[in-house]
């Protein structure tokens, strides 16, 4: 099992920067194998796909509205994910949530469902 863990959250003005932490542990041997993504929920919608990045780090993929503002990284030496978000809007505001994916490939990065393991999420909020 891995459990993920997501902090950073927090009210945030618009235009504003956060940037969100994502810490795995319990069987992180192989951090380095999992896919990593953020997905994002607000009241009323449905889980969304924030970003995602491969095992090497290598590779990383963002939903459009978040494109050239959001960042996704990883250190795998310490197991952990990161999601630098500037130029908040209203819109964004939302529980976030890190996932790992054993089987996660360039195909199915943006399905909530090929993802293994879930943190409880942190809550975003952007006011004015």
């Known amino acids: 099992q891995v459990q993920m863990v997501e902090s950073g959250g927090g009210l945030v003005q618009v235009?504003?920067?956060?940037?969100?932490?994502?810490?795995?542990?319990?069987?992180?041997?192989?951090f380095?194998?999992?896919?990593?993504?953020?997905?994002?929920?607000?009241?009323?919608?449905?889980?969304?796909?924030?970003?995602?990045?491969?095992?090497t780090g290598g590779r990383t993929n963002y939903a459009?509205?978040?494109?050239?503002?959001?960042?996704?990284?990883?250190?795998?030496?310490?197991?952990?994910?990161f999601l630098q978000m500037n130029s908040l809007k209203f819109?964004?505001?939302?529980?976030?949530?890190?996932?790992?994916?054993q089987t996660v490939n360039t195909g199915t990065t943006t399905i909530a469902g090929h993802y293994d393991y879930w943190g409880q999420g942190t809550q975003v909020t952007v006011s004015s």
């Open 15 to 30: 235009g504003g920067s956060l940037t969100l932490s994502c810490a795995a542990s319990g069987r992180t041997q192989a």
């Open 32 to 55: 380095s194998n999992y896919h990593i993504g953020w997905f994002r929920q607000a009241p009323g919608k449905e889980r969304e796909f924030v970003a995602a990045i491969s095992r």
């Open 64 to 81: 459009a509205n978040v494109a050239g503002r959001f960042t996704i990284s990883r250190d795998s030496a310490k197991n952990v994910v």
């Open 91 to 101: 819109e964004d505001t939302a529980v976030y949530y890190c996932a790992a994916g």
